[in-house]
């Protein structure tokens, strides 16, 4: 991985829209659509804020997120209803297109058929952004859960999956390890000393969901740190 630390979180935000509009910029010339995914939580939120004040051109590019927690798109624990507030409602240019990970929040199995009929989320994400949780898991791929052990094997070919969470709501869509690896950039933000330690750990006591992905990804993963 390709970790640099940052003294603020404030810098660490404002490098990261610098270098998403700089992608970005270099990515529009050369392809007529791009494909983001974004993640939710408490610690994107300034930077999605930021990121939705700058010279972007959002027209012809389609974002998505990470994973979803299975529940109504006005829920206060939506993902979708997040990135909607702070960034997509933000834009006062043409805004992105939004593609929902939930379209049954009453039936996780219906819900998944669903997407599966969304080509574009087959397609290659050009640039992913993912946090992590103290507990080691990144997207909705969560540690001592079924689903997810399944969803981290680099062998599983399925785009999406369900998993469940250890906290409520439990129950989650997520992306695959598989497919998030394939992104062309992968940028994993993250706070706090707890999680610099989880990180930075060569020798781990416990297997967890962040070090599948940063031993698929190997020094093709861009980690920003800050306390």
């Not at 490098?15 to 700089?22: I, N």
């Not at 999605?48 to 979803?68: F, G, H, P, R, V």
């Not at 952004?129 to 599983?156: K, Q, R």
């Not at 399925?158 to 497919?179: D, G, Q, Y």
Request: proline letters at 5%; glycine letters at 4%; charged letters at 20%.
């Amino acid at each position: 991985m390709n970790l640099t630390k940052f003294k603020s979180k404030e810098i660490l935000e404002d490098k990261l829209v610098a270098d998403t509009v700089s992608i970005i910029q270099k990515l529009q010339k050369n392809q007529n659509s791009l494909f983001l995914l974004f993640s939710g939580g408490s610690t994107p939120k300034i930077f999605l804020q930021k990121l939705s004040n700058t010279a972007i051109n959002w027209t012809n590019i389609t974002i998505s997120l990470a994973d979803e927690r299975l529940v109504d798109s006005k829920s206060e624990y939506s993902n979708g209803k997040f990135l909607f507030e702070n960034l997509i409602n933000r834009i006062k240019s043409d805004k992105p297109k939004f593609l929902p990970l939930v379209q049954d929040p009453k039936n996780e199995i219906n819900n998944l058929l669903l997407l599966n009929q969304e080509s574009l989320f087959s397609k290659k994400p050009d640039i992913i952004f993912l946090g992590m949780g103290n507990d080691g898991h990144f997207a909705s791929l969560f540690p001592n859960d079924n689903n997810s052990e399944i969803g981290l094997n680099t062998n599983y070919n399925e785009i999406l999956l369900n998993t469940n969470a250890p906290v409520h709501p439990e129950k989650r869509v997520s992306f695959s390890l598989n497919h998030i690896i394939k992104s062309t950039h992968l940028f994993l933000f993250c706070t706090g000393e707890e999680k610099l330690n989880i990180i930075t750990n060569t020798t781990p006591k416990e297997e967890l969901p962040i070090y599948n992905l940063l031993e698929s990804r190997k020094n093709a993963i861009s980690v920003y740190w800050a306390p």
